[in-house]
T-cell receptor, first 113, second 114 residues
Framework: QKEVEQDPGPLSVPEGAIVSLNCTYS??????FMWYRQYSRKGPELLMY??SSGNKEDGRFTAQVDKSSKYISLFIRDSQPSDSATYLC?????????????WGLGTSLGVNP | NAGVTQTPKFQVLKTGQSMTLQCAQD?????MYWYRQDPGMGLRLIYY???????DKGEVPNGYNVSRLNKREFSLRLESAAPSQTSVYFC?????????????FGPGTRLTVL
């Protein structure tokens, strides 16, 4: 079993839809949770960063962490065609062998006008 | 600020040839990383450098060497390229001494080994 599981999709939604992207993980030591967006033929770019549990909102994007369920989510409201990209989750712990970023495989999202 | 830059953007090699991928960052970050990204495999860490003067193996180091030339630059060398090294290579940097902090990526190098 991988440390971080992420459904690769593809996910296709109409413009204006609410999108929910998810990752599950197995290591309870993870404390830092990130979402990256990667456009085709580009490098990943940091979208959201949260520490420990809770929610974080930035414009149309909301990141949610549920440590009890080992589950993180990224919600996109009022999705736009420009949101079409691959979304990768990444996470890490505080010390020792938990310091390296562990990546999900990414979910491919298409938003249709 | 340019962020993280990588050269070249594209490269085609024949099996057995060598090459060096260059990476530089202008964010005064301590840590730098080399990843490869393959379909269905995601991002895999090749090597990283937590600070100037140190390098460590990642998940898939075989067939690669790295040099942390100074705080800004981190190069990746393929001594004898193999078709299995056909991939997209990303360099990244982060501001803290360990890999738990957020990483900022370059645009990537697309390498094909024939």
């Amino acid at each position: 079993q991988k440390e971080v599981e992420q459904d690769p999709g593809p996910l296709s939604v109409p413009e204006g839809a609410i999108v929910s992207l998810n990752c599950t993980y197995s290591n309870s030591a993870f404390q830092y949770f990130m979402w990256y967006r990667q456009y085709s033929r580009k490098g990943p770019e940091l979208l959201m960063y949260t520490y420990s549990s809770g929610n974080k909102e930035d414009g149309r994007f909301t990141a949610q962490v549920d440590k009890s369920s080992k589950y993180i989510s990224l919600f996109i409201r009022d999705s736009q065609p420009s949101d079409s990209a691959t979304y990768l989750c990444a996470m890490s712990g505080n010390a020792g062998n938990n310091r390296k970023l562990i990546w999900g495989l990414g979910t491919s999202l298409g938003v249709n006008p | 600020n340019a962020g993280v830059t990588q050269t070249p953007k594209f490269q085609v090699l024949k099996t057995g040839q060598s090459m060096t991928l260059q990476c530089a960052q202008d964010m005064n970050h301590n840590s730098m990383y080399w990843y490869r990204q393959d379909p269905g495999m995601g991002l895999r860490l090749i090597y990283y450098s937590a600070s100037e003067g140190t390098t460590d193996k990642g998940e898939v180091p075989n067939g690669y060497n790295v040099s942390r030339l100074n705080k800004r630059e981190f190069s990746l060398r393929l001594e004898s390229a193999a078709p299995s090294q056909t991939s997209v290579y990303f360099c990244a940097s982060s501001g803290h001494r360990d890999a738990s902090d957020t990483q900022y990526f370059g645009p990537g190098t697309r390498l094909t080994v024939l």
